[in-house]
């Protein structure tokens, strides 16, 4: 998939439906796995830091996604 502006909208999708396949098996077994990789004391604190760690890229791809296009420039955009 070039970023050359001809993206097509099957393009998105595709990759939507592989995003969603993997988040519907990733989400519920890291739910398992938190409470069998920490001791009783610890299962809170592991759990807050997973959903913390999982929220970072919400907030850091979009950051990270401007600069890019702020420094570099979009693909449809020659300098």
């Known amino acids: 998939m070039p970023l050359s502006g001809h993206e097509a909208v099957w393009h ?21 796995f938190v409470p ?4 009783d004391g610890g299962v809170r604190q592991a759990n807050a830091l997973v959903r913390m760690t ?3 890229p919400l907030v850091a791809g979009p950051v990270l996604g401007g600069l890019l296009i ?10």
């Not at 998105?12 to 592989?18: C, D, E, G, K």
């Not at 069998?36 to 001791?39: I, Y």
């Open 12 to 32: 998105f999708v595709v990759l939507q439906a592989a995003y969603g396949t993997a988040e519907a098996f990733f989400t519920p077994s890291i739910a398992g």
């Open 36 to 39: 069998q990789l920490v001791d």
């Open 54 to 56: 999982a929220s970072l």
């Open 70 to 79: 702020a420094f570099v420039g979009s693909a449809g955009h020659h300098r």
